[in-house]
């Protein structure tokens, strides 16, 4: 189950940081790895500083985009110090998260995604996840370092894991409430906007109708045979409409 479970890393600056990551991720039993344009990987800095855990850098993925890294995971959870004003949920609490993320990794693949060093995750980015989480710290100075945030959360999922084996207790999904993947939920999100347009049901080009939505969905997190059903009634909806 842990194997499903995948840190993401989006334009590290610092190589160091991702051989700190990596080691943060091996000492709680994590080993996949993905790299969103680096900006230098492999490095001799990112091997020194991963201390023993060479094997989580060697078999790291470096891809292009963040959509790229996450398409085909279940769910996608953004750590960001920040609020935003995509109304996603969020967890306030890191062993909330853990719980859900160790309930989905019995299925499928999910992803703890991290952003720059400097500036985190991008608007864009935080709406490639379906959930956002924040780590409480210190109100007047609350920075952590990347690896220390990758430590922290990997920690919680680590410790939700091994409260979830000591306990005998199996999650078991039933198939039907299999969450979508973040590639089948971008294709009815596309699929929405679509009709939207279609419809005439946007006239505002700059409303943030399409945003709201999208994110009422994402909060409502339906699973793959809901969203299945939600997209048949938009194609029904969408045969009835003028040829353009």
């Known amino acids: 189950m842990l194997s499903n479970i995948r840190i993401v890393l989006v334009q590290t600056f610092h190589p160091g940081n991702i051989g700190a990551t990596a080691r943060a991720m091996k000492t709680m039993g994590l080993t996949e ?5 680096p900006r230098t990987f492999p490095d001799e800095e990112a091997t020194r500083l991963a201390a023993g855990a060479t094997d989580v850098l060697e078999n790291a993925r470096c891809v292009k985009t963040l959509e790229e890294a996450v398409n085909d995971c279940v769910q996608v959870v953004g750590a960001s110090a920040r609020l935003r004003s995509m109304p996603l949920p969020h967890f306030d609490e890191p062993d909330e998260m853990a719980q859900q ?41 609350g920075i952590l370092n990347l690896s220390q945030a990758v430590q922290i959360l990997a920690y919680e999922v680590h410790r939700a894991w091994r409260k979830r084996n000591a306990s005998g207790y199996e999650y078991q999904r039933p198939l039907e409430a299999t969450p979508p993947s973040r590639q089948q939920f971008g294709y009815f ?56």
């Open 33 to 37: 790895l993905v790299l969103v344009n």
């Open 101 to 141: 993320v160790i309930d989905n990794a019995h299925q499928a693949p999910v992803a703890l995604v991290f952003g720059r060093e400097r500036s985190g995750l991008t608007n864009d980015e935080i709406r490639c996840c379906s959930h956002q989480v924040s780590i409480p710290a210190n109100p007047e100075y």
């Open 189 to 244: 999100q596309e699929h929405l906007g679509r009709l939207m347009q279609q419809s005439g049901f946007l006239t505002q080009p700059h409303a943030r109708t399409e945003e709201q939505l999208q994110a009422l969905f994402a909060r409502a997190q339906p699973s793959r045979k809901e969203l299945s059903l939600l997209r048949g009634l938009l194609s029904a909806f969408e045969a009835h409409l003028p040829k353009q």
